[in-house]
């Protein structure tokens, strides 16, 4: 069946995604159609040159259809992966062809590796993982489901990050040990250019060098 992939977001995080996504279309099947999906649109239209439609008009569209969720906020990307699921459509991976995966790496779908991302030896990654320009994550980290990286994060070895965490541009977190990972916790918010020097907790958010809770 004709194969059509789909870029889901049509603002700044999908399309700084879809060259990301067209090279991986070149990659692995340059038959397949690659489209925007975005609900702000009542019509199709053209973004950057690509056809843009609403879900409801993705649907409709016939062949076998999988798709990545380019949108930042992490919420978002959980409500549409259990729309996608709902709707027995599959979650899209992409990577750029300069993205570095190094041995023993586990990736879950619908993850989104832009340029000159690396990804260094034995890290596991849940699902939906955004890692943005120039961010690594370093060897034996663990990485849960939904978490995001701004570009330039630097995510050292032995860190485990919880779900939904999100992390800063330019961002640094320093290195664990496999006795006793650096963890940042579900939901935490690493600021632009902080450096994370011990653990942070679930639903902090943290600023500064060395990082600290952010005072309301
Ligand atoms: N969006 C959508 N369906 C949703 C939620 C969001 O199509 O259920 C679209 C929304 O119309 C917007 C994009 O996703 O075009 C999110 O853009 P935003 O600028 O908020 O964030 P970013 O591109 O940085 O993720």
Redesign the pocket.
């Known amino acids: 069946m004709h194969k059509v992939y789909a870029v ?7 399309r700084s995604l879809m060259p990301v996504a067209k090279m991986t279309v070149m990659r692995t099947d340059s038959t397949a159609d690659l489209v925007f ?4 649109l009542d019509q199709p239209a053209t973004v950057n040159g690509y056809l843009a439609m609403n ?1 409801q008009d993705f649907i409709a569209l016939g062949g076998e259809k999988a798709v990545l969720i ?4 992490s919420k ?1 990307r959980e ?2 992966t259990n729309k996608l699921t709902a709707d027995g459509i599959a979650l899209w991976s992409v990577q750029a062809d300069t993205t570095l995966i190094m041995d023993a790496v586990i990736v879950g779908n619908g993850a989104a590796l832009s340029p000159f991302v690396t990804i260094g030896a034995n890290v596991r990654i849940g699902k939906c993982f955004h890692a943005n320009l120039y961010s690594y994550v370093e060897h034996d980290c663990v990485i849960g489901d939904y978490v995001t990286f701004a570009p330039r994060v630097s995510c050292n070895g032995n860190i485990h990050i919880h779900d939904h965490a999100y992390i800063g541009a330019g961002a640094v977190i320093k290195q664990g040990t496999p006795d006793q990972p650096l963890i940042i916790g579900k939901g935490a918010v690493v600021g632009m250019g902080a450096v994370v020097t011990k653990s942070v907790p679930a639903g902090a958010v943290v600023v500064g060098n060395p990082a600290r809770p952010m005072m309301r």
Do not use: R, W
């Open positions: 889901y977001g049509a603002s700044g995080c999908g999906i975005d609900d702000g879900y380019a949108i930042a906020n978002v409500t549409i």
